[in-house]
Nanobody
Framework: QVQLMEYGGGSVQAGGSLTLTCTTRGIDLDRYQVAWFREALGKEREGVGF???????SYDGSVKGRFTISRDNAKNTLYLQMNSLKPEDSAMYYC???????????????WGQGTQVTVSS
């Protein structure tokens, strides 16, 4: 059974930092494309960034230069380092995984349950 679990969310003031972690079970992460998404209250889920199995990354323009995605295949774990956080970054954050590359599209097969990030001004 495949499981993805995010943790590390919380409340932080604007300008602060958080690191989200996504642990995976039931997959060999080095064979998967993985991504982070977020969904703010009343808004559609949007892609934050992804990291391909070859380690290449891409980010949405709203977070580029502030967020960094990394992966540790040996630990089957994905990370999202978030710096210079803004109130508009407040959302539920999800990790997703699939063997097929979807970039920032939401077609990933496996999803975590999400972790809440709240940024206050």
């Amino acid at each position: 059974q495949v499981q993805l679990m995010e943790y590390g969310g919380g409340s932080v003031q604007a300008g602060g930092s958080l690191t989200l972690t996504c642990t995976t079970r039931g997959i060999d992460l080095d064979r998967y494309q993985v991504a982070w998404f977020r969904e703010a209250l009343g808004k559609e889920r949007e892609g934050v960034g992804f990291i391909a199995d070859d380690g290449s990354t891409s980010y949405d323009g709203s977070v580029k230069g502030r967020f960094t995605i990394s992966r540790d295949n040996a630990k089957n774990t994905l990370y999202l380092q978030m710096n210079s956080l803004k109130p508009e970054d407040s959302a539920m954050y999800y990790c997703a995984a699939d063997m097929t590359w979807y970039g920032l599209g939401a077609e990933y097969r496996y999803w975590g349950q999400g972790t809440q990030v709240t940024v206050s001004s």
